[in-house]
């Protein structure tokens, strides 16, 4: 099947010259990358992203999927770019953040982990300079996140016309009280991998992504990048995207209370669950206030600085969160 879609901003290697790119190597000597795509409708911009998977350069990239809840059947456009490519089988309709958490649970072990969503675009280098920079956490438990940059309609053709890049925080002050990225610019190691993976079946957290940067704030490390990695696509599908309104984020907290689903308390409280007993004090004490939502205590952080989000707006709107209930 030909494609029309070229690497973004890459020379147009693909995964099948992985050999040809490292001469005289060996197949483990190029480091492998589980790619977890959930796939549930949207088929229209399943083949740019795949694309783009197929595009990265210096890995070896294996695709992961789970079908969740879509009328097209995937399957042939899926193998058309990656014939390995396993399917999951479990049951359709799991939905956020359960779709994620299942491909992390039964994807095989490789060196590297990404989330990937089905309507974003990659760029060729993506993965390659994860694995550079996280090869230099020494073994710790490490989470990447890339800059991201949204975009509306067909694939941009230079980074020039992106209106705002994206970049992660990197402290457990800022976890606690927003997600680090999407999760689409994530990729994370082994050993982040194993801890991830001894916490589920995982009970009142946001979402996949928001966890995994909590995780790995409070017990590893992460490292930002301000490379573009992902390019983002926005549009009326988006489950959640970089720039909902302030009213329908406002309706949707209110939502979110009125029917008790979880919040940043209720995930704070399961990270304590799960690593409370590893966590040095000074972020224990940050990790009881929000798990607690004592509004003296999360005050005074946020004064301190040590719990906050980025940006004077989005800190101030933080604020004015501590006066709702948890």
């Known amino acids: 099947?030909?494609?029309k879609w070229d690497c973004?901003?890459?020379r147009g290697t693909h995964q099948a010259d992985v050999k040809e790119r490292f001469p005289g190597s060996r197949a483990t000597e190029v480091p492998t990358v589980a790619v977890l795509l959930s796939i549930h409708g949207g088929q229209k911009y399943w083949m740019a992203q795949l694309?783009?998977?197929?595009?990265?350069?210096?890995?070896?990239?294996d695709l992961v999927y789970h079908v969740d809840g879509s009328?097209?059947?995937?399957?042939?456009?899926?193998?058309?770019?990656f014939p390995a490519a396993i399917r999951i089988p479990t049951q359709r309709n799991l939905g956020l953040p359960d779709a994620y958490f299942t491909l992390l649970e039964l994807s095989p072990q490789r060196d590297l982990y990404a989330f990937c969503d089905q309507d974003d675009v990659w760029v060729h280098d993506k993965l390659l300079r994860a694995h550079q920079a996280i090869d230099m956490c020494d073994g710790e438990p490490c989470l990447w996140i890339s800059s991201v940059a949204p975009f509306v309609g067909d694939v941009p053709s230079n980074l020039t016309s992106f209106r705002e890049v994206r970049v992660a925080e990197t402290q457990l002050g800022a976890s606690l009280v927003q997600s680090l990225g999407p999760g689409c610019a994530m990729v994370w190691n082994n050993p982040l991998h194993e801890r991830l993976c001894s916490t589920l079946p995982v009970k009142g957290v946001l979402m996949h992504d928001a966890w995994v940067g909590l995780v790995a704030t409070a017990i590893g490390r992460v490292i930002k990048s301000e490379?573009?990695?992902?390019?983002?696509?926005?549009?009326?599908?988006?489950?959640?995207?970089?720039?909902?309104?302030?009213?329908?984020?406002?309706?949707?907290?209110l939502h979110r209370l009125n029917r008790g689903e979880p919040t940043f308390a209720s995930q704070a409280a399961e990270l304590l669950r799960q690593f409370g007993s590893q966590l040095p004090a000074s972020s224990r004490e940050m990790v009881v206030s929000v798990a607690t939502w004592n509004r003296r205590g999360l005050f005074r952080l946020w004064l301190q600085r040590r719990i906050r989000r980025t940006g004077f707006r989005e800190n101030t709107l933080l604020a004015l969160r501590f006066l709702l209930p948890k």
């Not at 009328?71 to 770019?81: A, G, I, L, T």
């Open 51 to 61: 694309e783009s998977l197929a595009c990265q350069t210096g890995v070896k990239v």
């Open 227 to 253: 490379e573009v990695g992902v390019l983002y696509r926005l549009h009326e599908r988006n489950t959640i995207g970089l720039e909902k309104p302030l009213l329908r984020r406002a309706a949707a907290l």
């Open 8 to 10: 973004v901003y890459g």
């Open 1 to 3: 099947m030909s494609h």
């Open 71 to 81: 009328d097209d059947e995937p399957d042939s456009v899926v193998k058309s770019f």
